[in-house]
Each structure stands twice: as structure tokens, then as C-alpha cells.
């Protein structure tokens, strides 16, 4: 599958729009996460749990949305746009949401 965040792919024509697909994960980070994240904040550098779980979160996403856009019948989706919210108590938890336009190309 062919994923692109642009509106067409480049030297690619699309024979055929199938629709718009989407993809949602949220994922909690829990308490010591939260705790080594906010030490690592206090002395500098990056908070790499942090960056684990967004990064696990935005990939559920994106698959999600490619397996919607194959049951379509689609070989690409173009247009992706990612959102990253923080959701729940607190923003305890993490939403990642994915869209794009499922097309055969």
C-alpha cells in the first residue's frame, strides 16, 4: 500500500476514488511513565517512554486505516493527515486519529 500525506502521487494517476478511511487508537500511559517522564523533563532530554507509546500509537492507526482502505478494494491512501490528542482524566490518555482518501492508483 501506498501512503502518502499529499493529495496524488507523484508519476501515479488515480483510476479510482473509494473514500475516505480512518483510524483511532488510544492508549494510556501509566503512572510510571508519567513519573520518569516528568524526571527526564527536569533535568533535560527526551522523554523516551513517551515517545514509545506516541510512536505505537500512530502505527495501530495507520494500519487500522490501511486495512479499511484494502477492504475498499484500495492500493494507496493519499491526503493523510495524523492528529494527536490527549484525552480522559488528566490527559491520562494518549488518542492518535489517522484519515486519508482511499484511491486505486
Do not use: C
Not at 503512572?31 to 522523554?47: E, H, S, T, W
Not at 493527515?81 to 492518535?96: C, F, R
Request: hydrophobic share 45%; aromatic share 4%; glycine share 12%.
Amino acid at each position: 500500500m501506498i501512503l502518502s500525506t499529499t493529495p496524488q502521487i507523484e508519476g501515479r494517476i488515480i483510476r479510482e476514488y473509494k473514500g475516505v478511511v480512518t483510524g483511532e487508537t488510544i492508549i494510556g500511559a501509566n503512572m510510571f511513565k508519567d513519573l520518569f517522564a516528568g524526571i527526564r523533563d527536569i533535568v533535560g532530554g527526551r522523554a523516551g517512554a513517551y515517545e514509545k507509546v506516541l510512536a505505537e500509537a500512530k502505527d495501530t492507526s495507520m494500519q487500522e486505516m490501511m486495512q479499511r482502505a484494502q477492504a475498499l478494494g484500495a492500493n494507496a491512501i493519499v491526503g493523510i493527515d495524523i492528529d494527536y490528542e490527549t484525552v480522559g482524566a488528566n490527559g491520562s490518555m494518549l488518542m492518535v486519529a489517522t484519515s486519508g482518501t482511499a484511491v486505486v492508483i
